[in-house]
Nanobody, 125 residues
Framework: QVQLVESGGGSVQAGGSLRLSCVVS????????TAWFRQAPGKERLGVAS???????GYTDSVKGRFTISQDNAKNTLYLQMNSLNSDDTAMYYC???????????????????WGQGTQVTVSG
């Protein structure tokens, strides 16, 4: 059974930074691609960034140059460093994992097998 637990959300002023973390607890078999999604109230869940176990990553256009996805395989932890935040970044952020390779893309949410409970990011100003 794979479990994902996010942390690091909070409230920040526009222009500020936050770092999200996601601890991935896995059994014998390890998932290959992990990703961050976000969902604003009343809107669909959208992909933010993904990273394969070999380090290949991909980003949605709106966060390129501002967000960085990374992973620490020894700690089974996924990160999302978010800089230059603006109000459009306000959302619930979820980490997700899949057995599939993402290959630099961010697959549709339905292609992810496991999800965390989410962490709220609110940007004001």
């Amino acid at each position: 059974q794979v479990q994902l637990v996010e942390s690091g959300g909070g409230s920040v002023q526009a222009g500020g930074s936050l770092r999200l973390s996601c601890v991935v607890s896995e059994g014998t078999y390890r998932t290959y691609c992990t990703a961050w999604f976000r969902q604003a109230p009343g809107k669909e869940r959208l992909g933010v960034a993904s990273i394969d176990r070999d380090g290949r990553s991909g980003y949605t256009d709106s966060v390129k140059g501002r967000f960085t996805i990374s992973q620490d395989n020894a700690k089974n932890t996924l990160y999302l460093q978010m800089n230059s935040l603006n109000s459009d970044d306000t959302a619930m952020y979820y980490c997700a994992a899949t057995w599939r390779h993402c290959n630099g893309a961010i697959p549709h949410p339905r292609n992810f097998d496991y999800w965390g409970q989410g962490t709220q990011v609110t940007v004001s100003g």
